[in-house]
């Protein structure tokens, strides 16, 4: 099958340094592509092309929306090649819907796997969200993206990071400085993800005027949060009476996403002991509450990720 481009100006970062994204296709789908001038060549069998044909496609329409096409990228679109939602993630769909992304200020996202769509979703349709499985599925960092989407477009006013200051193996007793300097290292994630979409400046300054707050769980008793996008990471790490507390916080206007790896608990009490697991049981199917379900498959970190969680719940279970 043959493909031509009729932009010519993003062919260098369609087909990569030394036409990389070229051979990561070929390697993945076992095809064989041949770029010469606006126009490549994919041999191999017919549906392994056609999924080729997709992603390049996907590719060339990312680029021209002025999205950047690096290796992740890539990855995500092979990934996604065989679901019939490429086409509407990309350019919209055939309906006439948008394009399934979130937008900040920093960057445009768009979902990496199948069910990061559904997630998306349900980010934006639902009051109260359960992202559950494994790391590097994107849980925390899409939850991070919508609010920031959502505070900067004022349809909320607080931006609230929460996650459990659980120890894994060492006793906060033993660090340095105060509570906060304590705790900071537990948060840091959450940091990361809000500096990936906004800029430095912005982050400092809406952290001293309280419009986005980041603290422990244990924070949260006592108040009631309006007006606010609340998120709180790790939540495997709760007890289930931290998790009906903090889930009670929930007031006017708000939205509530609970992200965690329900096999992955650093309590005493192992999985029997974590809030998440109980609420998931308790709630599930309850009205104005989402469950995504993320697994192996959905890894976007590096592939060998993947293959490591592959190999970690084969082997116990993920306990």
């Known amino acids: 099958m043959e493909i031509a481009f009729d932009e010519q100006t993003v062919l260098g970062a369609l087909f990569g340094q030394f ?17 010469r001038g606006n126009k490549a060549v994919i041999e191999g069998p017919d549906d392994a092309v056609a999924r080729a044909r997709d992603v390049l496609k996907g590719m060339h329409q990312r680029l021209l929306s002025g999205h950047e096409v690096d290796a992740g990228a890539v990855e995500s679109l092979i990934m996604m090649s065989n679901e019939p939602t490429l086409e509407g993630i990309i350019s919209g769909a055939p309906d006439g819907a948008p394009p399934i992304m979130i937008r900040t200020r920093k960057k445009t996202i768009v979902p990496r796997s199948a069910t990061q769509i559904e997630y998306m979703r349900a980010l934006v349709r639902d009051d109260v969200i359960f992202a559950l499985g494994p790391a590097g599925t994107g849980k925390t960092y899409l939850a991070v993206a919508q609010a920031v989407a959502q505070l900067i477009s004022g349809s909320v006013q607080r931006l609230i990071l929460s996650r459990p200051a659980v120890e894994a193996g060492e006793r906060l007793g033993f660090l340095p400085g105060d509570m906060k300097e304590k705790v900071d290292p ?47 990471d790790e939540a495997q790490n709760t007890t289930p009476m931290q998790m009906k ?36 049981k308790r709630l599930d199917g309850v009205d104005g509450i989402g469950m995504v379900r993320f697994n192996v498959a959905d890894v976007v970190r590096h592939p060998i990720v993947g293959r490591i969680v592959e190999a970690y719940e084969g082997k116990d279970g993920g306990d």
């Open 19 to 35: 036409d990389q994204n070229l051979v990561q296709i070929e390697n993945r789908l076992g095809v064989y592509i041949s770029a």
């Open 186 to 232: 537990y948060l840091r994630p959450l940091y990361d993800a809000l500096y990936d979409c906004m800029p430095p400046e912005q982050v400092e300054r809406r952290l001293a005027s309280g419009e986005i707050e980041i603290a422990p769980i244990a924070f949260m008793r006592g108040r009631t949060l309006a007006d606010a996008f609340v998120i709180l």
């Open 245 to 280: 507390m903090f889930l009670t916080r929930f007031g006017q206007n708000s939205r509530m996403v609970i992200c965690g790896d329900p096999k992955q608990t650093d309590l005493p009490g192992g999985s029997a002991a974590s809030g998440l697991n109980d609420a998931v």
